[in-house]
Each structure stands twice: as structure tokens, then as C-alpha cells.
């Protein structure tokens, strides 16, 4: 691996960026932008719909199958991007949320959850 391969920013990095870019200095004719006006209920109401989009293509046979599959997927994690940069997250955030749950079973987890929310 060359020295600028190992210190170009990942495809997510690079797209959280421009994301963050444009919520700063929000250009007139852009569909990120639109959604940014939008708030919640636009970037969710496109999150519920590209996620619907992920699932139908999954089922989806053959190559072209996955090709469509991931399409929707590269949708569906924009759109959630531009929630997190709507929201002030950053992805370094949600990367050291999923650090966490390294090495622990996802059913015990959900478990300690549940036992938060009943402890309310």
C-alpha cells in the first residue's frame, strides 16, 4: 500500500465531510441541502424508503440482483450520513458506539438495554 493510499480518507470519511460542508455553506441547487430544509421528517421519511428499497432488492436473484442491492445500500447509508450531519453526530461517534459492542453478544446487549428502559 502506497503512503497516500494509507492516508486517503475512507469512501464514508470523504462523504461525511461533504455532507458536513454543505450543512456549513449549503449550495442553492443541491439535493443535500433540500434535505437539510427538510429536517427530520424529510431526511426520515427518505430513510424509511431507501431502507424499504434495501430490503425488495435484496430478494432481488442473479448479478443484476446485487448490483440493485447495492445501490440501495450506498441510498440508504447517504441518507443515514446526512441524518447524522443534520443531527450534529459525527461518524466517529457511531464508530466508537459499535467499538463498544465488539466482543459482546448482541442479544445480551439488547438485554442490558431492556433493563435500563423498565428501570424508568
Avoid: W
Avoid at 441547487?29 to 430513510?47: A, N, P
Avoid at 442491492?69 to 459525527?90: N, P, R, S, W
Amino acid at each position: 500500500m502506497s503512503q497516500s493510499q494509507a492516508t486517503r480518507p475512507t469512501a464514508f470519511a470523504q462523504l461525511m465531510a461533504t455532507i458536513e460542508s454543505r450543512k456549513a455553506n449549503p449550495p442553492e441547487r443541491s439535493y443535500t441541502t433540500s434535505l437539510f430544509q427538510g429536517g427530520v421528517e424529510k431526511i426520515g421519511r427518505k430513510i424509511l424508503e431507501e431502507a424499504n428499497e434495501v430490503v425488495e432488492a435484496a430478494a432481488e436473484p442473479g448479478d443484476e440482483g446485487r448490483s440493485h442491492f447495492i445501490h440501495e445500500t450506498a441510498d440508504l447509508i447517504y441518507h443515514l450520513f446526512v441524518m447524522l450531519g443534520h443531527q450534529g453526530v459525527k461518524l466517529e461517534e457511531v464508530e466508537a458506539e459499535l467499538c463498544q459492542r465488539f466482543g459482546v453478544s448482541g442479544l445480551d446487549e439488547k438485554a442490558a438495554r431492556n433493563q435500563k428502559g423498565s428501570s424508568r
